[in-house]
Structure formats: structure tokens, C-alpha cells
């Protein structure tokens, strides 16, 4: 890799895996963008992506895929198409803080704990209401590099069975390995650890989930939002989606989903594990920067959070990378200045993050 | 333009626009897909679309531009933000019949009417109740071929002032020329007269129509999506959008909206209407085919619109053309067998038009 190439190691819009260009001249070759939704080459196309991504993230067949446009949106139909009156919102940052917001703005009860990062969980008196329908968790939390470890979500699912358990896994996935037994809907957008561009949200849903949406079109209390459940189903019974959708979005979904079969998504979290060590034992040792989330269980892995020591602002040194053209991003909304944030994703190389470190050894 | 080249003339998801692969490489040069929604570079992409929009289509300073992710949200979004109670559809096809299905879905007491298309609009009685708050029209109706003079709609608009009217102009934009003082909310989607992939839907929308969705929120009858239209206008007015957006496809719509403004939006319409006349012209006087929608001023320019005579399938002619690489429509849905749909856009050609003409001439 030439020195005098960018680097980009923000989370989100990420940098493009370096294959996207080649599969958008692919797609153009073919006319993919010109195929219509409803022929037998776009169905073909759905239903191999289909098939891959259960391939790679090891999704449950009976399990369905919604295709939608946004990580946003999905929260919205979760919120829509599974909950009648009540929800919990386990919250760590403002991506937690969405979901719940968003159950509120459509007239749901809905309930929140804060977590205290500082603490351990089980020191952490969580009381999740008998009357809770489901529970959602920002499995990844983008703001601040907060992350669950998945053995604690299959936890509270033990302790709260009946209740639906509801994954945001935007800025986790492909890294995130889930039992899916234990979670009921799962969602993620393509422009962070899928290096697409934006514009693609893809929905996960348990058969359980699932016939929550039909009991409540049955109790006349769906809202029939032309991406319900039932009608996305019915659609994607047939590979097809309701409207038009982003066909070149899907087809480069699915070509990246090929890629990262070849490459092994063993290797893939092998060395996001690795790189992400890289970056936390640099931090533990620097005299300006330390790591945001203290407890190592609850430290991502693949959005990595530094603060500065004593409030310093971030400016200075987001100059000096920018010098070196190194990119990562500032905090979010209340740490912009003290935070930075770095990705680390599938096809971020063992050599950027090599000079990310070195260039902040310097400052 | 080579013999052995593909003609697309099939109505939507269309051919691309001649430039559009040039813009894509464009945009992947300059990281576009992976820029912050929340950027100084997106801000100032989103202002420079919406005012190349409003100058190529005549949109006036003070109608809001939201972005959204199909035109099938459009109208869903329309219904939620401007209709508490009662609507009223005009319907000619199977579009204006989604819209009045879809307020009817979410629980707006909606009254329609079926246009008789062989009737001109002054022997049909329409007669709209007082209570409707808002009349849909599906401006160009892509399912049969039937359009709308626009002055038939201002005509419409004074009969009824109070009354918001709300524009489907997916299949017509950027031919249709609107005289925006008399409707209150228009949309598209960018993958037909644009020749941009699919996955992008433009709502336009008026003071008026801004004020009704002001005044169901402060009766606490506003349903409040991620989307509505207050929350569009927070992020709209700091030239954002509430979640991450498509932001390839806004890259590409300001890119081919300065393309027609280079050419002139007063030479594509001249042409459009141009090549219209070639097609309709062959139409009237074959001996297999004819137009479907015989009274002149309802015959759509940019979707085309032929029916076999005698109600003969339309098989043999679509394999004909194929062998000669011309791909148009079939008919949409009970007309898929006896229909050929015909899409006449900004990027189709004479000489396509002519090839077509040619081809049908013969069989």
C-alpha cells in the first residue's frame, strides 16, 4: 500500500471494500441496475443473498430477511410490528437512546435502564416489568464503543424467555458472532463492517417475532405500514420486496457476502480480535489517550472509543493525523471534543492500524 | 451507436443515463460513499441538489425537498402527514389504486374514483366530498399508459382551494411541466425519467401541506415515523437527512440534474413530445397493434402505452423484438399478456425510438 494513500478509519460511512468498485462495474456490465424488481434475474438475486448471508452469520433457515433502507427504519418496524403497548430499552448511548425515543414517538410505553459503564452488570440492578413485551439492545453501541457481549444477551433471554429480545448489530457485524436461538429480531445497516455504501438496512426475524406481527393483525392493532411484516413477507416469499428497491445495493450485498465466504469469517474475527488488541493495549499505555470504556468485557471490538486524559480537546491530534492523512472520527454529539473514534473493520489492514498507532505514539 | 447494442425501452427500473457510470467512477475517486451524512461536504451536496431541483423543475424557493427511499414511502408519508380523517383518490390504474389502498390501510376513511378512460373528464360526474382534506392524482399513470394535462389538475385545484393535492409524477418526471402554486405535494423516484438506479424517492412539498402536518401534531394526531414530516424538516433545514442516507444516489441525482440542465429542460420536453408523436403516429395506423388509451389528451408521452387488436397475446411480438434486442414492457398485471408498455425518456434516442418503429413494422 503506497504511502501517500488515504486512510480511513472512521465508523461510518466507512471506507468501500476495496472489491466495491469492481462489483459496481460488474453490476453496470450486466445492467443490474436495470433489471426489474419483479423478473426472474432480481429474484435470483434475492434469493442468494438470502442464502449467503444465513451462510455467513449463521442465520436459523426458518429465520426471515427483510431488506429496508436504513438501520433507522428497522428500529421503526421492530417498534411497529412487535410491540402492542409495552418495551424495554436497555441503554448504553444515543444509538440505545433512539430506539427508545423512537418506541415513545409511536405511542408505546416504553421503559428504559441506564447502564453504568463503570460497573459490572451483574452489580447493576436491572428490573425489566413483567409486562415488557420486548426487550432491545444496542449489542454495538457506535457512540461510545460500548459492546455486549453476547453470552450476556442469551442471559437475560433465559431469565425473560417469553419476552422478544431485539439486536442492534449496526456497527458489530460481520464480526458478531450470534446464537440466533436466543435473539428474535436483528438488524444492521452495509456502510459500516460490510464497507458499502450507504442505503441498504437488512431486518432479521424469528418465526416468533414473526407471528407477534400476525397476533397483532389479528387484534386489528398492526399498523399497516406498506413495510409490515406480513407484507414484507409476502413479498419476500416470492424474493421479492413490496416496492422498488435498491437493486444495485442487493446485488453488492450480495457479491461482498460472497467475498467474505472466501475469505473464512473465522479469519475475519480472528483478526478484527487481533487488530482490535492492537489498538486497546496501545491505548492502557499512553500518557494522552485511554481507552473510554474502562471494563474490558464491555470494550467493542470493532468501534474502538479513546478519550483524552484530563479533558484535553481532540483537535490537535485529529490535526496532526489529518497531516499524515489518517481519518477517524470525533466523538458523538456530547464527546465530540474529547473523544475519538476509531473503526475497525474486516478490510481495515493490520498496516493502517500499524500507522494510526505510530503516528498518535508520536503526539 | 452500434447495431449490435441493446435498446432498453422497457418503462422503469429504465436504461441508465448515458453518464450515469461516469459519475459513479466520479464519485468512488472522490470517497463519496463514505463521507459523514452529518459533513460539511454532505451538507453542501444536499443544498446544491435541492437547488438544481428546484431550478430544472420550477419548484418554488419556499417548497421543502425531502429525500426519501422510494416513492411508494412518498405516498406513504403523505397520507401520514397531511390526511387526520377523509381522502380522496383519483384513480386511473394500479398506482393511484396502491395510494388509496395504502390510506386505507392505515385507517384514513378514503373515498376514490374510477376514471372512465374513454370518457373525456367533463361528461364524468367526480363528485369530492366536502370532508376530504386531500385529493391524489397519479399524474402519469405507468400501469396503463394514462396521463393527466396538468391544467385539468389547476382546474381541479380551484374547484377545491382548501383541498391539498398531491401529484404521483414518477413515470413523467422531468418531461411534466407543473405549475407548483396549484398542488401541494409531489414525488418521484430517480430509477425512470432520471435513468439513476433505483433506491432514492424526492416528496416535495408545500407550505400548506407543511402547515397540515403542523397542525395534526399539535392535536396530538400526528403519527410521528422517524420520517414525518416536522423531523424531515429539522434535518432538511441543516441540509441533513434524519438517518443515513443513500448518499451515493443524492451524489448521482445532483450530478444527472446538472446533465438536463446543460441540455436545456425545454429541448428534452420538445423531444419527448416528438418522439411521443412518432410512436403514437405508428400506432394509429398498425394493423396489430393500437394505442390502449385512445382519448388524445389523456395519452401519456412518457410511458406508451399499445394494445394487441382483437385482444391477441403479445408473445411473439416481445420474442420478435428480443431477437432483435429491443426490450420493452409487458403489460402490467391484468394486461400482462396483452399490453406492450413503451417508456419514452430524457436518454432514449430518435434512433432507438426508430429501431422500435422499425421492428414493429415488420412483424
Redo the contacts between chains.
Keep these: 500500500m503506497g504511502k501517500n494513500k ?1 486512510i ?1 478509519l ?1 465508523v ?5 471494500f476495496p472489491t ?2 469492481k462489483h ?1 462495474l460488474e453490476a ?1 456490465k450486466n ?1 443490474i ?5 419483479r423478473s426472474e434475474k432480481f429474484m435470483s438475486l434475492f434469493e442468494e443473498t438470502v442464502v449467503n448471508l444465513k451462510k455467513l452469520l449463521n442465520i436459523p433457515k426458518e429465520y426471515q430477511i427483510f431488506f429496508l ?5 428497522a ?2 418496524k421492530i417498534i411497529e410490528n412487535t410491540i402492542e403497548k409495552n418495551s424495554f430499552h436497555l441503554i448504553s448511548g444515543e444509538f440505545g437512546f433512539r430506539f427508545f425515543q ?1 418506541a415513545k ?3 408505546k410505553n416504553a421503559l428504559a435502564y441506564q447502564i453504568d459503564i463503570n460497573k459490572p452488570l451483574n452489580n447493576q440492578k436491572i428490573i425489566i416489568p413483567k409486562s415488557s413485551e420486548i426487550i432491545t439492545i444496542t449489542q454495538n453501541e457506535t457512540s461510545i464503543g460500548f459492546s455486549f457481549d453476547p453470552k450476556i444477551i442469551y442471559q437475560i433471554k433465559n431469565l425473560y424467555p417469553k419476552k422478544l429480545i431485539a439486536l442492534d448489530i449496526v456497527s458489530s457485524t460481520p464480526y458478531i458472532d450470534l446464537n440466533f436461538d436466543k435473539i428474535d429480531l436483528v438488524f444492521f ?1 452495509v ?1 459500516k463492517g460490510f464497507g ?5 438496512g437488512v431486518l432479521i426475524v424469528s418465526p416468533k417475532a414473526f407471528e407477534k406481527a400476525l397476533f397483532l393483525n389479528k387484534k386489528n392493532k398492526l ?4 413495510h409490515n411484516f406480513l407484507e414484507l413477507k409476502k413479498y419476500a416469499d416470492k424474493s421479492q420486496t ?8 442487493l446485488y453488492l450485498l450480495n457479491a461482498i457476502t460472497k467475498d467474505f465466504l472466501k475469505i473464512g469469517i473465522e479469519k475475519i474475527r480472528k483478526e478484527t480480535e487481533k487488530k482490535a488488541k492492537m489498538i486497546y493495549n496501545f491505548l492502557e499505555k499512553n500518557k494522552i489517550l485511554e481507552p473510554y470504556i474502562k471494563i474490558h468485557s464491555f470494550q467493542s471490538k470493532t468501534t474502538i472509543v479513546a478519550q483524552t486524559k484530563n479533558g484535553k480537546k481532540n483537535d490537535l491530534i485529529l490535526e496532526k493525523l489529518k497531516k499524515q492523512k489518517i481519518y477517524i ?1 470525533s466523538g458523538y454529539k456530547d464527546f465530540k471534543d474529547i473523544h475519538l473514534r476509531i473503526a475497525n473493520f474486516p478490510f481495515h489492514t493490520f498496516w493502517e492500524i500499524k500507522q494510526l498507532i505510530n503516528c498518535l505514539k508520536v503526539i
Design positions: 488515504k480511513f472512521t461510518g460511512p466507512s471506507k468501500l466495491v468498485k459496481i453496470l445492467n441496475p436495470s433489471i426489474s424488481h433502507s436504513s438501520a433507522t427504519e428500529m421503526e423512537m414517538n409511536l405511542k445497516s456502510q458499502l455504501p450507504a442505503g441498504l399498523y399497516l405500514s406498506y413490496p416496492e422498488t428497491p435498491n437493486v444495485l445495493a472520527s
